[in-house]
């Protein structure tokens, strides 16, 4: 399976064409300068959505080429995919997807685990002591909390992550920004790009596959100019299952799916 977190080989306008450089900066602008991004990272800094915050870390980093990161494969992969055709909308999301995911990583880096980070360090006391012969039962112990507040259920064991608990808070911001983690359907090779599918925080641990109109509705809204006068496509942030979109179970997986943060 094909390594999706902790990639950090930059990207600039050297290595993508013209037309697929500017549909890139687009989507990762529009889905960065959006209410829920804003929130997302601003929280993994500060613990609160407070907007000095976002725009010292954040906006400058948008201009970084360090930001735009994506690996060898993926980023060639996207450059192949004919501007407009299905093949290119589908690495479209993949590009944006690692995107996001390594900005929140290393913002919780940077910020050392953000400025109320000991959270963690504290623990009730047990509500009740019951003497047990030599000693003393415990009931009602509180189990201990995740090494960071910002996590996707199922993928907490950041010990098989390349970045540890950093790709930890990377897949809680996919979910935040996209409704879930980003899961895509590699095929026989491993290497391709056949369907997305979306693991949301949903305790039925179902990933759902995104149909065409949800694809398309995303893209037109990350693709779309600020020109004047032009018609503003709906805000498709967050994407969420729909009423005969098609369901897997997690613990069946994805036939040849690339799973975040596996080798």
């Given amino acids: 399976m094909g390594r999706y977190a902790g990639i950090k080989l930059s990207i600039n306008h050297l290595d993508l064409d013209l037309d697929h450089y ?21 929280e993994i800094i500060d613990g609160a959505p407070i907007a000095d915050t976002w725009y010292r870390y954040v906006g400058s980093a948008m201009t970084s080429s360090k930001i735009m990161s994506s690996s060898v494969r993926v980023a060639q992969a996207y450059q192949d995919a004919p501007v407009g055709s299905r093949a290119f909308k589908l690495r479209l999301i993949e590009m944006a997807a690692i995107t996001c995911h390594d900005l929140g990583a290393r913002l919780f880096r940077e910020s050392d685990g953000g400025f109320y980070k000991d959270y963690h360090a504290w623990k009730p006391e047990p509500t009740v002591r019951v003497p047990f012969g030599s000693s003393e039962l415990v009931l009602e112990e509180w189990p201990d909390p995740p090494p960071a507040v910002f996590s996707h259920a199922s993928y907490r064991d950041f010990d098989q992550h390349p970045e540890g608990i950093a790709d930890m808070v990377g897949y809680w911001v996919e979910g935040q920004i996209f409704g879930g983690v980003v899961v895509f359907d590699r095929g026989a090779d491993d290497t391709g790009c056949n369907d997305v599918f979306i693991h949301p925080f949903n305790p039925r641990r179902l990933l759902f596959q995104l149909s065409e109109v949800q694809i398309n509705r995303f893209c037109d809204f990350c693709l779309a100019s600020n020109t004047a006068g032009d018609s503003t496509p709906e805000n498709p942030i967050v994407i969420k299952e729909e009423l005969h979109t098609r369901c897997r179970s997690w613990r069946r997986g994805v036939p040849g799916a690339s799973i975040p943060g596996t080798p």
Avoid: C, G, P, Q
Avoid at 23 to 41: D, M, P, R, V
């Fill in 22 to 42: 500017a549909a890139f900066t687009s989507a990762l602008s529009k889905l960065l300068s959006s209410e829920t991004a804003e929130t997302t990272y601003a």
